[in-house]
């Protein structure tokens, strides 16, 4: 192997058999992807869901994370959204020519042990190399199968009045720590991407409240632009509490500084529920005994006055409309 990507790694030939021997074969190693076919196959039998992604975040490495986690993340968390058990992904790279070959097999370990703490696998691929400056290191694009739940049904389209929203945590941990990363910055404490597999968390939701109504992970937008598209097509409004929402004081620190609003800065580790009232208590609990749910806590609730709109009691005591992101706050975040 060579220090470096060079053309020939994506030219079909010798060099590109062996870097897909050598770094992925080798890193992802399942019955599935060892048959080394054009397409993996796989018995399935009820409800599935199919998800497909693309990561263009700048840059390839930053605190907590990289790439290839967050390719792996955030696929089996669409997975996720929708009431599905993860099972397998594919993973295409698309390689600018001069990317050390350490970088590239870290992202590999990366994306390998991700997978495994997911509980999926990598069963197909592709890999294809393009001239230097065409693609700012590295591009993945991912696709994802799950099955769904028998009696789950989830949708942005089904909050009602009444209803309650749950977040499994603080807002605004992924896009800080790609920025700080990005522009050379320092806030005065650690910050570090949320970016995590959300499947188990759902799963132990779905365990005692089948009849969880939405699923959505607050990524590009944030929290606020999440949630807007839920009242929107639910046509029903939501009342945040501000006092309930967790920001670190870091993060706090940041967006102050910068300029951005917590509510649209972006997440990758995160799950907002609309849960049935009478199901709130049991799948609050249920979150907080999981890893990634321990500092969950019910954040608003769903009305029926102002459809479509998503409203903030703040700490003060008064209310603002929380409106939808307009512009991009933090372009290549994910």
């Known amino acids: 192997m060579t220090e470096r990507i060079l053309l020939t790694h994506g030219s079909g030939g010798r060099t590109a058999h062996r870097l897909i021997e050598e770094v992925f074969v080798a890193a992802f190693d399942n019955p599935m992807l060892a048959a080394m076919e ?20 700048h840059p390839l490495f930053f605190p907590g994370g990289d790439i290839g986690k967050l390719a792996v993340c ?16 594919s993973l295409g790279m698309i390689i600018e020519e001069g990317l050390p070959v350490d970088d590239l097999r870290r992202i590999v370990d990366s994306i390998a042990a991700s997978a495994r703490e997911a509980g999926v696998s990598i069963v197909t691929g592709d890999t294809k190399v393009v001239h230097h400056g065409k693609a700012d290191g590295l591009f993945i694009t991912t696709a994802g199968v799950g099955r769904v739940r028998d009696g789950v049904e989830i949708s942005s389209a089904a909050a009602q009045p009444g209803d309650k929203i749950l977040l499994n945590g603080s807002i605004g941990d992924h896009g800080v720590a790609v920025v700080s990363q990005r522009e050379g910055l320092t806030f005065g404490g650690d910050v570090r991407t949320d970016c995590a ?20 992970d607050p990524t590009r937008g944030g929290v606020a632009t999440t949630l807007n598209e839920v009242a929107d097509r639910s046509g029903v409004g939501i009342r945040l509490n501000e006092d309930a929402i967790l920001i670190t004081p870091v993060v706090a620190g940041a967006c102050e500084l910068l300029g951005f609003d917590p509510l649209y800065v972006a997440n990758e580790g995160k799950v907002l529920a609309v849960v049935p009232p009478d199901a709130a208590d049991a799948v609050l609990a249920a979150m907080r005994t999981q890893v990634y749910g321990r500092d969950a806590t019910i954040i608003g609730e769903v009305v029926a006055d102002d459809p479509g709109r998503v409203v903030l ?13 307009t512009g991009d706050l933090l372009p290549r975040i994910c």
């Not at 399935?44 to 693309?54: I, K, L, Q, V, Y």
């Not at 968390?77 to 599905?84: E, H, K, P, Q």
């Open 38 to 57: 054009d397409s993996a196959t796989a018995d399935f039998s009820g409800r599935m869901a199919f998800t497909t992604d693309g990561f263009v975040v």
């Open 197 to 216: 597999p959300l499947g188990g968390l759902v799963a132990a939701m779905l365990d005692v409240a089948p009849d969880i109504r939405c699923l959505r």
């Open 74 to 89: 955030g696929t089996v968390n669409d997975l996720a959204m929708a009431g599905a058990e993860p099972l397998y992904l």
């Open 313 to 325: 009691q703040t700490r003060l005591g008064t209310t603002r409309i929380v409106e939808m992101l």
